[in-house]
């Protein structure tokens, strides 16, 4: 399975972006989906996830009620909506394709990932 992520770019504060995730094969659409961050220097964290259905979805607490994650199931599409962007949000995003129907805040939960597409904010 490969994962194409898009959407990344160079933004101000305050403004959004939406970064996008296709898998190339339909075995993810029975599996939980995530999205992880890494910035220059600092180890990978997990950002948001959602489950196979769409159902329920779980969001770090540094992203919560800015950013929102949902998933065309029978695409195998995960989409990241980001507002509110803050200069500490600069980073490279990964999205992945967990283990499990379920997401998780784990990363030794996700078997793909995809190659990561960066979003910088300006201040």
């Known amino acids: 399975v490969q994962l194409q992520a898009s959407g990344g770019g160079l933004v101000q504060t305050g403004r959004s972006l939406r970064l996008s995730c296709a898998a190339s094969?339909?075995?993810?659409?029975?599996?939980?989906m995530g999205w992880f961050r890494q910035a220059p220097g600092k180890e990978r964290e997990f950002v948001a996830s959602?489950?196979?259905?769409?159902?329920?979805?779980y969001y770090a607490e540094s992203v919560k009620g800015r950013f929102t994650i949902s998933r065309e199931r029978a695409k195998s599409k995960v989409d990241l909506q980001m507002n509110s962007l803050k200069p500490e949000d600069t980073a490279v995003y990964y999205c992945?394709?967990?283990?499990?129907?379920?997401?998780?805040?784990?990363?030794?939960?996700?078997?793909?990932w995809g190659q990561g597409t960066l979003v910088t904010v300006s201040s």
């Open positions: 992945a394709v967990s283990r499990y129907a379920y997401g998780s805040s784990e990363g030794g939960h996700y078997q793909y």
């Open positions: 094969a339909r075995t993810s659409s029975n599996n939980g």
């Open positions: 959602i489950n196979w259905s769409g159902g329920a979805t």
